[in-house]
């Protein structure tokens, strides 16, 4: 093994969640969807960073396989490797990745009916959750259920934990989850498209608390949403994800301000404050294409108003800053990578 130098480094100063250049595919009778195609992308300690892309992009197997929570017979990893905490996650047992859930890494899906179950009052589930990870007494871990209700501002915590999921609003529910997520402090929550099911007042209020509860931990966030809006109003970085790959990514604001891959700058211009009264909202013409059967080159060329014949072959991810915090996938930006 390598000899690195004697100080080891600050834990806190090695990213939470590390992709290496991922591929995954779902093999099928008689095709292959190759669902991710070359992911890369990190979460550092405390960040909160938004995966972006439509529909088919890859954004929730890239969340699920983060957990191992894909069925394990149904895929096969073709190249790559993703750590989490320093553990491969790809070896891992299942007794290692036990510990990892819910412990280390805590995961909010898009409605929290299905991860509650209908049956049970909010407070067992709670105390079955907090007992299962922490060594508390049922008494301590109601307290505890109650004090992390409290602490997401809700007001009547006790009624809370009589309720069954079904009695209390989306936003209440998702509340509950985040409480949940929270529970055992992890370094790093998953949140997949979390608030889509919700309207947009209590989506914000939603994310504003989780934001406000991650940043007093020091919590990170791997943020998955379809919506530019939330990225830009939440997150601190983003990765645009195309056909199971990053094509751009970079600070918010600056990706925001300046998209570098015309797949992003699609996506900007489909945001309300782009567009102005009386126009209609941009959708990117085109759809995605099949990943059964991916063209090789640019993924995008055949929906790109940009596109040349340089496209034919795929363009690398290459840094777009001296440093490397900006990145984009396309040929358009070549020059500038090259020099
Ligand atoms: N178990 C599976 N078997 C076969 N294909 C799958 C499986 N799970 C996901 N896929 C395919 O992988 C691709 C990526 O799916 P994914 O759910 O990650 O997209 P997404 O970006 O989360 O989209 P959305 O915004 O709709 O949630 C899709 O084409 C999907 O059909
Ligand atoms: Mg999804």
């Known amino acids: 093994m390598p000899t690195h130098s004697a100080s080891i480094p600050a834990p806190s100063l090695a990213p939470v969640l590390t992709i290496d250049d991922l591929s995954i595919?779902?093999?099928?009778?008689?095709?292959?969807?190759?669902?991710?195609?070359?992911?890369?992308?990190?979460?550092?300690?405390?960040e909160i960073v938004g995966v972006i892309g439509e529909s088919g992009s890859g954004k929730s197997v890239t969340a699920m396989l983060s957990l191992r929570l894909l069925p394990e017979r149904s895929y096969r990893v073709t190249a790559g490797s993703l750590n989490i905490l320093g553990r491969?996650?790809?070896?891992?047992?299942?007794?290692?990745?036990?510990?990892?859930?819910?412990?280390?890494?805590?995961?909010?899906?898009?409605?929290?009916?299905t991860a509650l179950n209908p049956t049970r009052r909010i407070g067992r589930q709670m105390t079955d959750v907090i007992i299962h990870h922490q060594r508390l007494s049922k008494d301590q871990a109601r307290?505890?259920?109650?004090?992390?209700?409290?602490?997401?501002?809700?007001?009547?915590?006790?009624?809370?934990?009589?309720?069954f999921p079904f009695e209390l609003s989306g936003g209440m529910r998702q509340r509950v989850m985040i409480a949940l997520a929270f529970s055992c402090d992890p370094q790093l929550?998953?949140?997949d498209e979390p608030t889509t099911a919700l309207d947009v007042t209590v989506q914000?209020?939603?994310?504003?608390?989780?934001?406000?509860k991650a940043r007093e931990r020091g919590t990170a966030i791997l943020l998955i949403?379809?919506?530019?809006?939330?990225?830009?109003?939440?997150?601190?970085?983003?990765?645009?994800?195309?056909?199971?790959?990053?094509?751009?990514?970079?600070?918010?604001?600056?990706?925001m301000a300046d998209p570098r891959h015309p797949y992003?700058?699609?996506?900007?211009?489909?945001?309300?404050?782009?567009?102005?009264?009386?126009?209609?909202?941009?959708?990117?013409?085109?759809?995605?294409?099949?990943?059964?059967?991916?063209?090789?080159?640019?993924?995008?060329?055949d929906r790109c108003a940009?596109?040349?014949?340089?496209?034919?072959e795929r363009p690398p991810l290459l840094a777009i800053d001296a440093a490397g915090v900006r990145k984009s996938a396309c040929w358009l930006n070549a020059a500038e990578q090259a020099s």
């Open 25 to 46: 595919e779902f093999p099928a009778y008689r095709s292959t969807v190759k669902a991710l195609n070359g992911v890369s992308l990190h979460v550092n300690p405390g």
């Open 88 to 113: 491969d996650m790809l070896a891992a047992q299942e007794k290692e990745l036990l510990k990892v859930r819910g412990r280390d890494v805590a995961m909010i899906f898009q409605e929290p009916m």
């Open 143 to 163: 307290s505890k259920a109650i004090a992390l209700l409290r602490d997401m501002h809700i007001a009547d915590p006790e009624q809370v934990l009589e309720s």
């Open 189 to 191: 929550l998953i949140a």
């Open 204 to 212: 914000r209020q939603v994310l504003l608390l989780l934001r406000e």
């Open 225 to 255: 949403t379809h919506d530019m809006a939330l990225v830009s109003q939440f997150c601190d970085r983003v990765y645009v994800m195309y056909t199971g790959a990053v094509v751009e990514q970079g600070d918010t604001a600056q990706v």
């Open 264 to 301: 992003t700058k699609g996506l900007l211009s489909g945001l309300p404050e782009q567009v102005r009264p009386g126009e209609a909202l941009m959708t990117i013409p085109g759809q995605v294409p099949n990943l059964s059967a991916l063209p090789d080159g640019c993924t995008f060329r």
């Open 306 to 312: 940009f596109a040349m014949p340089k496209c034919l």
